[in-house]
């Protein structure tokens, strides 16, 4: 994206909030015998940090999906970028996003996630991971925030012995979140988070409590060796009716 049009777009967009935004005010005055004027005060800047973010982010997600695409090669493995990913735009549009609203847990992990492995930015991202944290201390899926930090520095840093205390505690505090609202995106992170505590035990030599993280990384495979070590303890242990279940 040129310059010229970035500066185009953002015009548009400030000039889009500016209309919904007056639009919310007008809403607010019909009903200001509700609210005393602190409380519409509050209302009005918190209404108004949360669209402003999501009108960026609406614009990161259409450019992640319906950008222009190039392919890169490293060795046998694909990837595939977004051309606008590879910009400093789309760093800026993350990191207002986030910053206008860092309640939304998964666009927090996608923005840590991607400057972090993606982009190498290692403090920037474990900032915003921590700044999160520090903010939402309750927030019923917190386990993702530390289970980001554990891939970061797993995935990106490679240091194993901080990746894995983060994925542990990730586990630990998991339990804020009732297993009856597990949503697919839970499922998929609760296995990522715990198998790659399970791979940084197995390759530390321990290989029973690597299986015990393995267990609840709902048995994903790993390579050759850690899987015949982890199918031969499930063996041992006569789990296989669990795997089933699980599976």
């Known amino acids: 994206m040129s310059k010229s049009k970035f500066r185009i777009w953002l015009f548009l967009s400030l000039l889009s909030t500016a209309i919904c935004l007056a639009s919310m005010l007008l809403n607010l005055r019909q009903a200001a015998g509700v609210y005393l004027a602190k409380d519409i005060f509050d209302q009005i800047r918190e209404e108004t940090?949360?669209?402003?973010?999501?009108?960026?982010?609406?614009?990161?997600?259409t450019y992640g999906h319906f950008g222009e695409w190039i392919k890169e090669k490293d060795g046998d493995k694909e990837f595939y970028y977004s051309v606008f990913s590879k910009q400093a735009e789309i760093r800026a549009l993350w990191r207002l996003s986030v910053s206008l609203n860092n309640e939304?847990?998964?666009?927090?992990?996608?923005?840590?996630?991607?400057?972090?492995?993606?982009?190498?930015?290692?403090?920037?991202?474990?900032?915003?991971?921590r700044g999160a944290i520090l903010q939402h201390p309750d927030h019923k899926r917190l386990y993702r925030l530390y289970g980001e930090?554990?891939?970061?520095?797993?995935?990106?840093?490679?240091?194993?012995?901080?990746?894995?205390?983060?994925l542990k505690h990730s586990i630990e505090v998991l339990r804020k979140l009732n297993p009856q609202?597990?949503?697919?995106?839970?499922?998929?992170?609760?296995?990522?988070?715990a198998f790659s505590a399970s791979i940084i035990l197995f390759n530390a030599k321990?290989?029973?409590?690597?299986?015990k993280y393995h267990r609840m990384a709902f048995y994903?495979?790993?390579?050759?060796?850690?899987n015949a070590a982890?199918?031969?303890?499930?063996?041992?242990?006569n789990e296989q009716q669990v795997k089933i279940i699980q599976k």
């Not at 321990?206 to 299986?211: L, V």
């Open 49 to 61: 940090r949360y669209f402003a973010s999501d009108l960026l982010w609406q614009r990161v997600d």
């Open 104 to 129: 939304n847990i998964s666009r927090v992990c996608l923005v840590a996630n991607a400057l972090g492995v993606n982009h190498q930015r290692f403090d920037e991202a474990l900032t915003i991971l």
């Open 149 to 166: 930090m554990g891939i970061i520095y797993f995935q990106g840093i490679r240091d194993p012995i901080k990746a894995l205390r983060h």
């Open 181 to 193: 609202e597990y949503s697919f995106e839970d499922l998929f992170n609760i296995r990522l988070y």
């Open 206 to 211: 321990q290989p029973e409590e690597a299986y």
């Open 220 to 226: 994903e495979p790993g390579n050759d060796e850690y």
């Open 230 to 237: 982890m199918n031969k303890m499930l063996d041992e242990k």
